[in-house]
């Protein structure tokens, strides 16, 4: 969306505008990221879109718009210009990565909801406990067919066809009543041991019991005849038992002897073992249950044999995991056999993804967050929904259009061609495609609306529309990846450098027909790489350097004399710029094709209706509105009045309030809601702006001076407010500068004298050395922490100042402000750690 | 340090009431030359505007500017708790975080002393024209209250008209319409206060809601007179001048009729 990052450069700029002031203006509303909105916005509980919730939002906005009397004009987007198909395409791309993801999510949740089952069936059959597991499980395991085991089993295995997870849920039902079956046996001496204190804690008997599920599912995989199976069970019982015996009571049984006995036979004698264990575990816990002495010398000593017990199949697990073919052939061998062990070794897996499951069990609420937001990833917007939203505005009678391209190009075209008297748009692209008053997240609940002007970027960031699309090279756009490695502040210093500014330059007009020029130069520079060149560079600034001096004393300049001529662009700020930077040539990346003409050419002259036809507008169709939205979604008339009434009654006066701010308060007078932060990027742009740079030194020095200045500082401030309130328009010459003054001295002036201090420190600090991050001294520690812990959120370039507009005074923690900071520390600590 | 002393305290009792109604919390900015306030409605519709000069205080002392942001309706609170012939003095720092009120009964009996907590209070600052008026029209202050209160019970909107003969407060709302037309008194008509002038270079018509007039009459204790400069197309400034420390004064938009 837009040029990454953008707005935040453009933050500062921006103005606090209330919604009302608004009122009876033409606007022209790019509706293209809309739709897109609604359907990732408005999701019920379950991350599932909202039944038509394109039409309930596009309803409350024109709702919205109406009702402040703003008279809209929407644009929608029309076709996609070939050079944002690229990104469109990739964009596609990740989509359908997510949709793949979407089903690996379920999956996950699918896996974590079964553990939950599997925890909550065992402790049901506990209370309801008998002493004839065997025999219930015997009756389980037709239930849980093989066949569908085989088909969840092997839902487990990464990659397994996408078949195995659309079973019925008998298959599921199946498992799930086989674990619990299977599961009722540990169950009940899990429910012994907490009886008496619970030592061996959940963790343990999970592991056991899923364990033992493994088992038992192995088991019928070494049973010739599934149609004898019960009678196998019995046979088990008395058989393997005894194995069981074996490998429990005799510590020096060979791990090894038992790896070579035939697999089935291995899980089964496994099994037994561990059986036995919990039987002799529980014959000695029964009669000391009454003598805590005795009670828990008898846990000891059962804790110990079952761990040897788990030693030894581990080990056995080993040796299988190195012995991996013999095991396979084991399979293989068995012919009829095959299906049912690779439901086992299946279900090995399943267990181990299952103990890996446990351990972020508790995670299922993050796990369904992130199908939730994929899901929402993944949804598409279809034309059908354009046409509801048309249909609506055809009811509310405002004027619509479709642009031959881009929504956003024809919103600023409709500016300057006049017909409308701003563009409302979140899209930083806006700008590029020439608009001049933008208004942004004018929907919010908030009683302000973001205003943003060219003009403001013009004379506070020294951006023009050139610049802008230079940006967007750098930083990356819907028409192209931008360069890997640069981020705003070094895009801004790339402009600075290699953009220079030249007198009397038209608004749109190109600057010498070749907008790339400049990036051209840049990428000249970036490829340049060789260390020769490099000192070549310096040696021929310095020829230059002892020219120039030349030339001041006998004025007989050697035109063109000198055999090595720098090239014209390399500038002075180029040579800035290049001994900053000179390491991040290796690291910034370009495309072949940088800087692409074309893009420059798609931002300033997209293809847009050029068309001067003024638009009308018509009044709302009540009846209309009610009958569809009863339609669209079954909203009762009283709904639907609810809303409409109030807009209605308000369109319908003929009166109306007119504001102070329209006689009193110049655009220039609204409140600014962010300030840039990062002194590089302050730097930058005061370099861009004409005449900036001397303000920006002036204040630097009242900022490193002591305290005494900064109260000087509010006592200019003050002056200028008291000037500016008698002066009325001359305080729009004053610019901005005593208004940043005002504000810095305010909120000065809030800090206590210690905490100023330390804001002064803070300062020079960040202004002396960019990477003294680890400096601080533990009296900053309190600062750093408080803007540290927001720091966290989102790293910005500009300090949002989304207070409410009160707060006491002199009170520490009532700071309600949010601030987006990357200030220098941060800032260069990321950037120059890429370039050192 | 700040310090102001105002014998009559009930004069800043007064004030406050004559202001929170209409704005919450406002800073008042307190200079050599004394205090001066200037703050919106919520809804930018209104403006209130107070002056009061250092030489109506017994007792005015300012060494460096400060800007107190008050909440009013708290400052009413600690207001209510002054008598009304107490002596009140406020007090605040050079960098305050609190005003301190001290009131004192009149035979000194009774000292008591409030801190108030003080506000950021960030706001638009406007840039008011200088301007001269077409038509000034000064009135007993009690007759304006009267007339705004009983139009308000008709309707909404007031449609007020300057004339050379008098000036017209026109209403109309769902039961019907009314007008009041108060003229311009002879010269010989007893008592200064009670007269009603109009001084006018031409005719002006302008509508306003009868609500924010409404909120503006709540001065009507500070003084006998009331001055409405008008204009066409502009803001109308209802201005209730104190005796011998300043006045304050209220702008407020017009309504536009867009036929």
Redesign the interface.
Same mark, same amino acid.
């Given at each position: 969306m837009g040029v990454h990052n953008l707005w935040q450069l453009l933050l500062p700029v921006g103005r606090r505008v209330?919604v009302?002031?608004l009122e009876r203006k033409t606007l022209a509303i790019d509706v293209s990221i809309w739709l897109t909105q609604f359907i990732k916005a408005m999701r019920d509980d379950e991350g599932k879109v909202v039944k038509n919730a394109h039409i309930i939002g596009t309803f409350r906005r024109i709702v919205k718009l109406l009702f402040y009397r703003i008279r809209p004009i929407f644009v929608f987007d029309g076709g996609t210009p070939e050079i944002k198909r690229r990104t469109v395409m990739s964009r596609k791309r990740r989509r359908e990565d997510q949709e793949t993801s979407v089903r690996k999510t379920a999956q996950r949740l699918l896996l974590a909801q079964l553990k939950k089952q599997h925890i909550l069936s065992g402790s049901t059959v506990l209370t309801g406990a008998s002493g004839k597991n065997k025999k219930q499980k015997a009756d389980l395991e037709p239930v849980g067919s093989l066949g569908a085991e085989a088909g969840f089993a092997a839902g487990f295995i990464p990659g397994a066809p996408e078949k195995a997870w659309d079973p019925p849920d008998a298959e599921v039902a199946g498992r799930e009543e086989f674990v619990a079956g299977d599961g009722s046996q540990d169950a009940r001496k899990g429910a012994e041991k907490v009886d008496g204190h619970g030592i061996n804690g959940d963790g343990g008997s999970i592991r056991q019991r899923s364990a033992a599920a493994a088992f038992a599912q192995a088991l019928p995989a070494a049973a010739s005849d599934e149609e004898e199976e019960v009678e196998w069970e019995e046979e088990e019982d008395s058989g393997t038992d005894d194995v069981g015996d074996i490998l429990l009571e005799d510590d020096n049984v060979d791990v090894m002897v038992l790896a070579s006995l035939p697999p089935e036979l291995q899980k089964d004698v496994v099994e037994s073992a561990k059986r036995r264990q919990r039987m002799l575990s529980r014959q000695a816990f029964m009669p000391v249950a009454g003598n805590p002495a005795l009670y828990s010398q008898a846990q000891i000593s059962n804790f110990l044999k079952s761990s040897r017990l788990n030693q030894k199949v581990s080990s056995l697990r080993e040796v299988l995991g190195d012995d991996g073919n013999r095991d396979e052939g084991g399979i293989g061998a068995g012919g009829k056999d095959q299906p049912e062990s690779s439901a086992g070794s299946g279900t090995w897996q399943g267990t181990e993804e299952y103990e890996d499951m446990s351990r972020d069990l508790d995670d299922e609420a993050a796990l369904r967050s992130r199908m939730r937001k994929e899901l929402r990833d993944a949804e598409t917007v279809s034309q059908e929904m354009r046409e509801d939203i048309m249909h609506l505005l055809q009811l509310f009678g405002v004027p619509y259009l479709v642009a031959p391209m881009e929504a956003e190009a024809q919103c600023a075209v409709l500016e300057t061609l006049g017909l409308v008297d701003g563009v409302v748009s979140d899209d930083s692209d806006s700008f590029l495609f020439g608009a001049r008053a933008v208004y942004k997240n004018i929907f919010d609940e908030r009683k302000y609306v973001e205003a943003y002007r060219a003009e403001d970027l013009e004379r506070e960031l020294g951006l023009k529309r050139v610049d802008l699309v230079s940006l967007a090279l750098l930083l990356g756009s819907d028409y192209t990846e931008g360069v890997k490695g640069v981020g705003i502040v070094n895009a801004m210093e790339v402009v600075r450098a290699f953009a220079p500014r030249e007198e009397g330059e038209g608004e749109t007009e190109v600057r010498g027909g070749k907008p790339e020029e400049g990036l051209q130069h840049f990428k000249a520079w970036l490829d340049g790489f060789d260390p020769l060149g490099d000192l070549s560079l310096r040696a021929d600034r310095k020829l230059v350097d002892d020219r120039e001096e030349d030339e001041a004393v006998d004025k007989a300049g050697e035109e063109g004399g000198s055999t090595r001529r720098r090239a014209a662009w390399v500038t002075q700020e180029v040579e800035a710029f290049h001994s900053k930077h000179k390491s991040a040539r290796t690291r910034w990346v370009v495309t072949e094709r940088f800087p692409d003409p074309a893009i420059y050419r798609a931002y300033l002259q997209p293809q847009v209706n050029a068309s001067t036809d003024s638009f009308t507008w018509g009044v709302p169709d009540l009846d209309g509105l009610r009958v569809h939205l009863a339609q669209k979604l079954g909203w009762p008339v009283s709904e639907t009045d609810s809303h409409l009434l109030p807009m209605l009654r308000r369109m319908q006066e003929?009166?109306? @309030?007119? $504001? *102070?701010?329209?006689?009193? *308060?110049?655009y220039q007078?609204?409140?600014k809601f962010a300030k840039i932060k990062s002194k590089r990027l302050q730097r930058a742009v005061a370099d861009l702006k004409p005449g900036g740079s001397i303000a920006l030194e002036k204040e630097e020095n009242t900022e490193s001076g002591q305290e005494g200045a900064e109260t000087m500082e509010i006592?200019n401030a #003050?002056k200028n $407010?008291?000037g500016? #309130? @008698?002066?009325?328009?001359a #305080?729009l010459c004053e610019g901005t500068n005593a208004d940043v003054n005002r504000?810095e001295a @305010?909120r000065t002036?809030?800090l206590s004298p210690s905490k100023k201090m330390r804001r002064v420190q803070k300062r020079k600090k960040s202004l002396g050395q960019c990477s003294s991050s680890s400096g601080g001294s533990s009296s900053d520690e309190g600062e750093e922490r408080e803007e540290g812990s927001v720091k966290g959120n989102g790293r910005g370039i500009a300090e949002a100042d989304t207070r409410v507009?009160? $707060? *006491? #005074?002199?009170r520490r923690g009532g700071r309600g402000r949010k601030v987006v900071i990357l200030d220098d520390e941060e800032a260069s600590g990321s950037e120059h750690m890429a370039e050192e | 340090m700040f310090e102001a002393r105002l014998t009559e305290g009930s004069l800043l009792k007064k004030i406050i009431e004559a202001i929170k109604d209409l704005v919450q919390e406002a800073n008042v900015d307190c200079s050599e030359e004394g205090l001066t306030m200037q703050a919106m409605d919520a809804s930018h519709v209104s403006l209130c505007s107070l002056n009061m000069r250092h030489g109506g205080f017994d007792h005015y002392r300012c060494d460096r500017s400060i800007s107190l942001g008050l909440n009013l309706a708290n400052l009413g609170k600690i207001l209510k708790c002054a008598g009304n012939d107490d002596v009140v003095t406020l007090k605040a720092e050079d960098e305050p975080d609190t005003l301190t009120l001290m009131f004192e009964s009149p035979n000194q009996e009774r000292i008591s002393d409030f801190e108030l907590k003080l506000m950021d209070i960030e706001t638009e600052h406007l840039g008011i024209p200088n301007e001269e008026y077409k038509c000034t029209i000064s009135m007993p202050s009690g007759e304006f209250q009267r007339i705004v209160r009983d139009l308000a019970v008709i309707g909404e909107t007031c449609i007020i008209t300057c004339t050379k003969e008098g000036v017209k407060f026109s209403v109309s709302g769902d039961l019907g319409n009314g007008n009041v037309t108060v003229r311009q008194s002879s010269a010989a008509d007893g008592d200064e206060k009670d007269q009603v002038k109009i001084q006018m270079e031409e005719p002006v018509t302008l509508n306003f809601a009868l609500r924010y007039l409404g909120f503006f009459t709540k001065a009507t204790p500070l003084g006998s007179t009331v001055k409405l400069h008008m204009s066409p197309d502009v803001p109308i400034v209802v201005e209730y001048p104190i005796d011998g420390i300043g006045s304050i004064s209220y702008f407020l938009a017009p309504k536009i009729d867009e036929d």
């Open positions: 209330n009302e002031s003929t009166v109306w @309030q007119s $504001r *102070l701010d329209s006689y009193f *308060l110049g007078d609204n409140v006592e #003050r $407010r008291k500016s #309130r @008698q002066g009325g328009n #305080r504000k @305010q002036k809030a507009p009160a $707060r *006491l #005074r002199g | -």
